[in-house]
C-alpha cells in the first residue's frame, strides 16, 4: 500500500523515574500491538512488535515517547489505525497522546474534499472571516426554526448550522425542518442579496446517517452537521469522500479525549489532525472565554493545525464557538485570522434589535470582501 513502513506515535507519559517511563514505554509498545508478553511472541509475529526510539523527560514526573509501529498491524484500515492508536490503553491512566506523525495519513485517509477555498468558493467570499450561526432550541417547530433561518438569511450570515441538539424529533422532524429552513433560506437571500448555506445536522445511529445525509443533499443542502464522537469517525470520513457537500464537525461527546491533562490527546493531534485527516471542512471547538475552560494559547495552536501544510490534505477551517460575544468580534479578528469561521449563537438571539439587525451587525464586524 503506499511507502510508509511504520506509524510514529508521540506520547506523554507520567512516571516517577526514567526506568518507569521507559518501563510503561514498553508496556504501550506491547499493549496496542501483539497483546501479549514479549518473551512469548512467536518469530513468525516479530515483525508487528514496534520500536521504542527514546523517552525523553518533558517536566517534572513527565516524559515523553516516541514508538514505531509497523503498518502492516493497521493494514490500511482507518479504524483499526484508531485501535492502534488508543485501543488498550485508553483504559490507562498517564498516558496522553500528542502527536502522530504526518507519514502514513496520506495513504490511509483523504482528508477534506473542500477545505478552506471549497467552502469560500461555495460562499463567493474570498478574503474575509467567514460568520456562521446555531439554528435552534429543540423543541420549536419547522416553522418556527424556519422564521429564524429566514431572518439570519436576511440579515446576510454565511453559514446557518443545526444546533446540534437538533436531529429528528416529532417538533421538527428532520425532512421537514430541513425542507422549510431551505425555503425560508432562499426567500432572506432575495433580501440580502448574498448567499447563505446551511448545514442540517445529519447525526445519528449508522443504520441511518447516510440516508440522512443523502436526504439533505437531495433537499438542497449545502453542507452537513456531524458529531464525529457521536457517529464514530470513520463514518464522517466516509460521508466527507464522497465530496458532495462540506462537512462541518461537532465536538459533542469529545471531550473526555482531549480535557484531562494525563489521558486522552492533545487538541491539536484529535481535532486539528485526525478530524482533518478523517475529511472535516469546518472544525467547531470550545473558544476560550466562553462557556468551556479551553485557553487562549491552546484555541491558537489548534488554529495553527487544523490549516497548515498537512501531508496533502486541504487545510480545513478552525470554528471557534461555544459563548462567543458579539461585541468580541473584532478582537477575536486579530486574534484569530481571516481564514476563520465565527460561530455566533446565543448573543444574536439575545440582541434587542432582533435576530435580523444583530446578524447584519456581524457581517458589518467581519469587514468587506476585498
Not at 507519514?103 to 477545505?115: D, M
Not at 456562521?132 to 426554526?145: D, F, H, I, M
Not at 437531495?218 to 457521536?230: F, H, K, M, N, R
Amino acid at each position: 500500500m503506499g511507502n510508509a513502513t511504520h506509524v510514529t506515535i508521540v506520547y506523554q507519559l507520567a512516571a516517577d523515574s526514567r526506568s518507569q517511563a521507559e518501563q510503561i514505554a514498553e508496556n504501550i509498545s506491547i499493549e496496542q500491538s501483539v497483546e501479549m508478553p514479549a518473551g512469548t511472541v512467536p518469530a513468525s509475529a516479530s515483525a508487528s512488535l514496534p520500536t521504542i526510539e527514546k523517552v525523553d523527560p518533558i517536566d517534572e514526573n513527565l516524559w515523553k515517547a516516541v514508538i514505531h509501529y509497523p503498518v502492516s498491524i493497521i493494514d490500511g484500515d482507518p479504524t483499526q489505525f484508531l485501535n492502534v492508536l488508543y485501543g488498550n490503553i485508553s483504559l490507562l491512566d498517564g498516558i496522553k497522546l500528542l502527536d502522530v506523525h504526518d507519514q502514513y495519513f496520506a495513504e490511509l485517509l483523504s482528508g477534506p474534499a473542500f477545505g478552506i477555498q471549497g467552502i469560500r468558493k461555495l460562499l463567493n467570499v474570498h478574503t474575509r472571516p467567514l460568520s456562521c450561526t446555531a439554528l435552534k432550541p429543540v423543541g420549536l417547530s419547522a416553522v418556527e426554526l424556519a422564521g429564524r433561518a429566514g431572518q439570519f438569511a436576511r440579515g446576510g450570515i454565511d453559514i446557518i448550522k443545526d444546533d446540534h441538539g437538533l436531529a429528528d424529533q416529532s417538533t421538527a422532524a428532520f425532512t421537514e425542518r430541513v425542507s422549510n429552513c431551505l425555503k425560508a433560506i432562499r426567500d432572506g437571500e432575495q433580501h440580502s442579496g448574498k448567499r447563505t448555506c446551511y448545514f442540517p445536522n445529519i447525526t445519528t445511529s449508522p443504520a441511518r446517517l447516510f440516508s440522512r445525509f443523502q436526504l439533505a443533499v437531495d433537499l438542497g443542502a449545502e453542507g452537513v452537521l456531524i458529531s464525529p464522537q457521536l457517529t464514530g469517525i470513520e463514518a464522517m470520513h466516509e460521508i466527507a469522500k464522497t465530496a458532495q457537500v462540506p462537512v462541518m464537525a461537532h465536538p459533542a461527546f469529545s471531550g473526555p479525549y482531549v480535557i484531562p491533562k494525563s489521558t486522552g490527546f492533545s487538541m491539536e493531534l484529535y481535532y486539528g489532525k485526525l478530524w482533518r485527516a478523517f475529511g472535516a471542512d469546518a472544525i467547531i471547538y470550545p473558544n476560550a472565554g466562553g462557556r468551556f475552560t479551553f485557553s487562549k494559547e491552546t484555541c491558537q495552536a489548534l488554529n495553527q493545525q487544523i490549516r497548515k501544510d498537512f501531508c496533502i490534505f486541504k487545510p480545513s477551517f478552525p470554528v471557534p464557538a461555544g459563548g462567543i460575544d458579539l461585541v468580541s468580534i473584532p478582537d477575536w479578528i486579530k486574534e484569530y485570522g481571516k481564514e476563520t469561521i465565527f460561530l455566533v449563537g446565543g448573543s444574536l438571539y439575545k440582541q434587542d434589535t432582533g435576530i435580523e439587525q444583530a446578524t447584519a451587525t456581524f457581517q458589518q464586524m467581519l469587514g468587506p470582501d476585498e
